[in-house]
């Protein structure tokens, strides 16, 4: 046994010899699974192996043999051979073919004649092929790479495959990872969502060494982060599974999908400051390695200079694409800390189903959705002023400045002099009014009397106030409260429901860090977040790692906002500071900065894309140098790229294009992620007259094309937008008792746990709750004006927590798979205010015209508190004891579909399209069913299996609830609990057609709380 290979495992474990015995044992079992002779020494040597530091990474094209070779002879220490972005589209397959005859042949083994032919006829560069065969000699009737040539013992050489949402990755693993997986430690996985495609890549893995007899587990997943939300994720990334070694920043694409400017890549150190420190805590908390991306500059000084700042991050790898990489940080090798290794606990994942992946690779399909470009409003908001609202000075002077955004301060406006002040406000809107500068209120809505006082103001002002700013957000809840006002507040003055964004300022360093991501995804109305931060956060220096203030802080925002797809707006900045701090923000993403009145069109010209001009005539010299720099950002390069995408068939290129930049040469792969960023870019400059006319007709119709081929059947067809891994969120409702009651009388549900305030308060809720059925009607009918192309074929839902009065319920929704004919199953959930799931679910849905939307107008809303008022609590004469065999196991009832109950149901829930009417009433109507047979019981569990005929006004009814024989009831607790009651449903109309089929399960309440 190697004694130097234990102390080695010893070390990698910071001296804990328990925990590196305890690896070694696990190894050695792992093994012995393969091959019943290894070893306890093969363990430690193999360990030993895995564990030593090796600081340089290189990465290259995966089809170009000099790169290889020149590589292997190099001082870098882990080899990339790159199958993705370095690969051009059209030569992804026969890249896979030359990628794995390379690696046989610099492994030591023999090729054949044809094979080396493929070789010279394919590999790159081209026109080499002379040089390549000067680089084997002849075994006969075979060929092999000279010995100095081929990759050394101690390096280890990886594959990058394409990203797993794209048709080529099914390809790269199955032609060639089972190849040459043997050869091979791993792979380095791009475009990394989050732990989900992590997770994934295990399981293929897995089934290829299941498949091919190797030891599981034993290739590594090395994860580049290129997105904002990988990096917000990373620690969770890394404890996916014990194969999962690093998270490396990838430097040039996360700018990318940031909206950073080239400069971010330049000076990173600075600009990525959170992505970086977040991966190297991230590691350290796992146990695994945190690395970094390129220096864009090719030369060996800047490469070093960036060296010595990664390391005093506690970074513990860096990349390299070109010689000179190497050298600059080989100059710095032995000084990169090593991952200290912990033993970490990691959930069973089972391996991929091996007869999909062969199939998805035949096929050219991708292995996971891909991602799909869905456009989010876009607002101009470079420069931003806040005022009083009673400091009508200032507010004149904000309205008639040129900043892009107004905020309205309007806390502490009620009183007896609020409605005074109210129409000087009016006025002065009036006479002021810029169409294209957007008006916002900031109210703290946890107030008391906060509600009250944005309805008077919304209902004032709603021709000209947008938006609703939040003060001191601290948590997601208060958006989420928030947003369930705003519903209300709309629907009683008759503005269309989402008409008022949301923002939201953070005061707090540990809020941006923590909380901004599930700030800015808490509702759909987020538009933007403030960075408003309590006292000067000073700039860090980029050798000292402990520090975190105003780089930090910005580029933690930038990422929670990029990976929300919302705005980021800068704090203020000291006059002396405005023009360096609205670059730097610019710079790194940010879309505007709070100003003064008096320095708004300043910041606007700084905040604009920059714009590259003309291209000059001559290739080289100053002005091409000038023109090229400013062309990566420029409005010019984002509307080419925008077309192309915009113009590719989306579905058989499955959300990724190629595209070679004319000036620059460069090849990337746009995905919907890039296109995004273009998108939004386009839109701004498009609102801020920052296109020529020219330019700007080349947009609003690349835009066109861009949404049209989104739509099912790409441009061939035209219908609603459903993607799998499409994610959509609904607009939040505030419960108020009125509410509960009018579906309680609407739907005949009159439980005494949603009416009875003293009954309910002694139940195990300890209050009123809602009906759980209202939740899911709720969400019915919010996800469905966001899909008013579809209606409701089949449902399961599960009540997982209570919904009081004064809850704020979000409907959440992720399309899980698109069936043949249109249909659609969705992954259903609801959260209330604190995040909590109330509800969770499933839901088929299937192509219906959607029609006009059926508005609800303020006196609608006050005629149904007017109907619900009478609505009385049920008290039944009997709980049932479903145990009892004496106890009815068939109910029946009928129902009247009366104009008022038709009439009811369309106010509650919408504005809603006429074909949602009827599934809402079904639904109703099943809560009647279920109520009426099973009166004092909890409902856990609602399905509909079947929605027939249609409900129309005048219907009668009739329904019938059936429940199993008593031996058929299961109990809680593993048989020793409360008895569970499944009540099979049926619902039919006057002319014996079916109307519903579903089932409810209820939890037998055996001792109800006396009234």
């Not at 090395?222 to 990096?231: M, Q, S």
């Not at 991929?352 to 799909?372: K, M, N």
Request: hydrophobic share 40%.
């Amino acid at each position: 046994m190697s004694e130097r290979a234990l102390s080695d495992v010893v070390t990698a474990f910071g001296g804990d010899t328990a925990q590196a015995e305890a690896e070694v044992a696990e190894r050695w079992e792992v093994l012995k699974r393969v091959n019943s002779a290894a070893t306890r020494d093969s363990a430690i040597q193999q360990l030993a192996w895995e564990y030593a530091p090796r600081p340089i990474q290189h990465v290259f094209p995966g089809d170009n043999w000099y790169f290889m070779i020149k590589a292997a002879q190099s001082q870098a220490h882990t080899l990339l051979l790159d199958l993705e972005d370095a690969v051009a589209t059209t030569r992804k397959d026969v890249a896979r073919t030359v990628l794995t005859l390379l690696v046989r042949a610099l492994r030591g083994h023999t090729l054949s004649e044809a094979e080396l032919e493929f070789l010279k006829a394919h590999a790159l560069p081209a026109g080499k092929a002379d040089q390549l065969t000067q680089q084997f000699i002849r075994e006969g009737a075979h060929f092999q790479v000279k010995p100095e040539c081929r990759f050394p013992p101690e390096q280890m050489i990886l594959v990058r495959p394409n990203n797993l949402r794209t048709k080529w990755a099914a390809g790269d693993y199955f032609q060639v990872i089972r190849e040459i997986g043997d050869l091979i430690a791993g792979i380095y996985l791009p475009k990394v969502e989050g732990p989900e495609d992590v997770r994934v890549a295990v399981q293929i893995l897995r089934a290829l060494q299941q498949e091919r007899g190797w030891v599981t587990g034993r290739h590594k997943i090395f994860v580049l982060t290129e997105l904002p939300g990988a990096v917000l994720t990373a620690e969770e990334i890394l404890k996916v599974a014990p194969e999962v070694e690093e998270a490396n920043l990838g430097v040039v694409d996360y700018t990318a999908a940031t909206g950073g400017r080239s400069v971010v890549q330049q000076e990173q150190y600075t600009y990525m400051r959170y992505p970086l420190l977040k991966l190297v805590e991230a590691a350290r908390a796992t146990g695994k390695a945190a690395g970094t991306g390129i220096t864009v500059k090719l030369n060996a000084d800047d490469t070093e200079v960036d060296t010595v700042r990664a390391i005093a991050l506690g970074i513990h790898r860096k990349w390299s694409v070109h010689p000179a990489h190497v050298e600059g940080i080989a100059r710095h090798a032995v000084e990169f800390p090593s991952p200290l290794r912990k033993r970490l606990s990691f959930p069973d994942i089972s391996p991929f189903d091996f007869a999909r992946l062969e199939r998805l690779a035949r096929e050219e399909q991708p292995i996971l959705p891909p991602l799909v470009f869905v456009p989010r409003p876009v607002t101009l908001c470079r420069s931003v002023v806040t005022v009083a609202g009673q400091d009508l000075d200032a507010l004149r002077a904000a309205f008639t400045s040129s900043a892009d955004m107004v905020i309205v301060d309007a806390d502490g406006r009620g009183g007896p002099h609020g409605q005074k002040a109210q129409r000087k406000l009016a006025e002065l809107l009036t006479k002021t009014e810029r169409p294209s500068q957007m008006v916002a209120m900031q109210m703290d809505l946890e107030r008391l009397e906060a509600p009250q006082q944005l309805q008077e103001l919304v209902q004032l002002l709603k021709d000209r106030v947008q938006a609703v700013i939040l003060p001191a957000v601290d948590h997601p809840r208060a958006v989420r409260h928030a947003a369930g006002l705003l519903t209300t507040v709309e629907r009683e003055v008759g503005l269309p429901i989402g008409s008022l964004a949301l923002g939201a300022r953070l005061t707090r360093p540990e809020t941006v860090e923590r909380e901004a991501y599930a700030i800015a995804t808490a509702s759909g109305r987020m538009m933007w977040i403030f960075l408003d931060l309590e006292g000067a956060q000073a700039k860090e220096e980029t050798s000292d790692p402990k520090t975190k203030g105003f780089y930090y802080y910005r580029s933690a925002l930038v990422a929670a906002t990029a990976a929300a797809d919302i705005d980021a707006v800068d704090s203020m900045s000291d006059a002396a500071q405005l023009e360096e701090e609205t670059l730097f923000s610019a710079n790194l993403g940010f879309h505007g900065k709070i100003v003064t009145p008096d320095q708004a069109a300043g910041v606007n010209a700084a905040m604009n894309p920059p714009r590259a001009g003309e291209r000059p005539t001559q290739p080289k010299g100053p002005a091409a140098e000038t023109f090229n720099a400013r062309w990566i950002n420029a409005v010019e390069r984002a509307l080419e790229i925008l077309e192309l995408y915009a113009t590719a068939d989306q579905e058989r290129n499955l959300g990724a294009v190629a595209y070679n930049d004319p000036v620059t040469g460069q090849a990337e792969l746009v995905d919907a992620a890039t296109a995004r960023i273009y998108y939004r870019q386009l839109e701004r400059a498009l609102k801020a007259a920052h296109l020529t006319p020219t330019e700007a007709e080349r947009y609003v119709v690349a835009r066109e094309r861009l949404l049209l081929a989104l739509r099912p059947g790409g441009m061939e067809q035209v219908g609603e937008a459903v993607f799998a891994g499409e994610k959509l969120q609904g607009n939040a409702v505030t419960v108020s008792p009125w509410m509960v009651q009018a579906f309680a009388k609407a739907s005949g549900d009159r439980n005494r746990y949603h009416l009875d305030q003293a009954y309910a308060k002694q139940s195990r809720f300890g209050g009123l709750v809602a009906h759980g059925l209202f939740t899911v009607c709720h969400i019915l009918a919010s996800l469905g004006r966001r899909l008013p192309a579809y209606t409701l074929d089949a449902l399961e839902a599960h009540f997982r927590a209570p919904v009081y009065f004064g809850d704020s319920i979000t409907p959440l929704a992720e399309v899980q798979e698109v069936l043949e004919g249109g249909r659609a199953v969705l992954r259903l959930r609801a959260v209330n205010q604190e995040g909590t799931v109330v509800c969770e679910g499933t839901a088929t849905l299937k192509l219906k015209k959607a029609g006009e939307l059926l508005p609800t107008p303020p006196a609608e809303l006050a005629w149904l508190r007017q109907w619900a008022q009478d609505v009385i609590p049920a008290v039944p004469a009997t709980v049932y004891d479903f145990t009892n065999p004496s106890t009815p196991r068939q109910q029946t009832f009928t129902k009247s579909i009366t104009p008022e109950l038709v009439r009811a149901t369309q106010v509650l829930f919408g504005p809603l399209y006429p074909h949602q009417v009827s599934p809402l009433l079904a639904v109703g109507t099943m809560a009647m069913a279920s109520a009426e047979s099973s009166p004092g019981h909890l409902l856990l569990t609602a399905r509909v299996s079947q929605l027939e005929a249609s409900i129309e006004t005048g219907d009668q009814l009739s329904l019938s609830a059936t429940a199993p024989p008593p031996d058929q009831i299961r109990r809680s607790q593993k048989g020793k609990g409360t008895p569970i009651v499944p009540l099979d449903i049926v619902v039919n109309n006057q002319r014996g057609r079916a109307v519903l089929q579903g089932q409810t399960v209820k939890l037998m309440e055996e001792q109800p709380p006396s009234s």
